[in-house]
């Protein structure tokens, strides 16, 4: 009888202990918001190019936004949901989207952020043309050049930006602009013409495909890629090989520009977070205001512009 009263203290010191030890050990951790509520869901929708051509530049935002989900997950407020739709498909938007992204390409690969608000609050998350032109404008003087052939997509707004091309350097060089198709394969003709005139560097405006048929075009004409530059294309070409040996200017967007979704789905996330209220969606008017007062003052999320080249059919950034 008196060994089972010991174990029987025994045993109920034990538990004591344990349970002391469960209570402290329960005071030490605090976990994490989100799995101590329900969280609240918001829900976001991305359109994407995910078939065709440019399907490869979908494919690199989606993953960029599901990096970013997984980045923030588990430290916020809300819980937070993309769903994806192809640029190609006539898809509706979820009615419950809180926010949209959009990816573009022409003249310069963007995302533009949309809010469901009354006022249907609209961003640009891109690397502003000013700077690129400015960063073109300063790097060219390095170069031994008079001659400067613009080749031109016509096709969205590249016109526009060749225009603003040849305000900036005009003054400087010589221009003559020569402008292409959507689908053009024979380029001798606007070549010719180019080299005729004595051009001593050739710089594209245009979409990546096309981009990539007046590469070959200008190989076959003898023009090497230290005589041609571009903007933006080499970042989103499938032939990287094709732009080897080329200095460009290119956005420090990343993988086929992928980052500049990132920036979107996070500046979204952020705004929420900041406007969080337990079990309370926030007025998306005032995650419109957050977003423009801390990541957009004039609407637009600026990514940086980089001189950059591309060897072995690796990209890699100039260091200034």
Do not use: C
């Amino acid at each position: 009888m008196s060994i089972m009263t010991t174990r029987t203290k025994i045993i109920l010191l034990a538990i004591a202990v344990i349970t002391a030890l469960a209570t402290v050990f329960a005071a030490m951790y605090k976990p994490k918001r989100s799995n101590t509520i329900v969280r609240p869901i918001i829900k976001l929708t991305a359109v994407l190019p995910l078939s065709g051509e440019e399907s490869h530049l979908g494919l690199a935002a989606q993953q960029a936004i599901q990096n970013s989900l997984r980045q923030v997950d588990g430290d916020t407020g809300y819980k937070y949901e993309v769903s994806y739709i192809d640029q190609s498909s006539e898809t509706p938007l979820p009615p419950d989207t809180k926010a949209l992204i959009n990816f573009e390409i022409s003249p310069a690969p963007k995302v533009i952020i949309t809010l469901n608000n009354d006022e249907k609050s609209t961003f640009k998350v891109q690397t502003p043309e000013e700077e690129t032109l400015a960063l073109l404008k300063s790097g060219l003087k390095d170069k031994n050049i008079k001659n400067i052939g613009l080749l031109i997509l016509a096709e969205g707004n590249y016109r526009q930006t060749a225009q603003n091309i040849h305000q900036q350097l005009s003054d400087s060089y010589t221009i003559r602009g020569a402008v292409f198709q959507k689908d053009q394969k024979d380029f001798d003709a606007m070549l010719n013409m180019l080299i005729n005139n004595d051009t001593d560097y050739y710089l594209i405006i245009g979409s990546p495909q096309e981009s990539d048929n007046l590469m070959k075009a200008l190989h076959d004409k003898g023009i090497n890629n230290y005589r041609i530059s571009a903007l933006h294309a080499p970042d989103l070409t499938t032939q990287p090989q094709l732009y080897n040996d080329m200095t460009y200017i290119g956005s420090a967007a990343g993988t086929y520009d992928g980052g500049l979704s990132a920036a979107a789905t996070l500046a979204i996330i952020n705004s929420y977070e900041k406007n969080f209220k337990k079990d309370l969606l926030p007025n998306l008017n005032l995650v419109a205001q957050t977003i423009q007062e801390n990541n957009a003052p004039n609407k637009v999320i600026s990514i940086k512009a980089n001189w950059k080249k591309i060897s072995e059919g690796k990209i890699s950034e100039l260091k200034e």
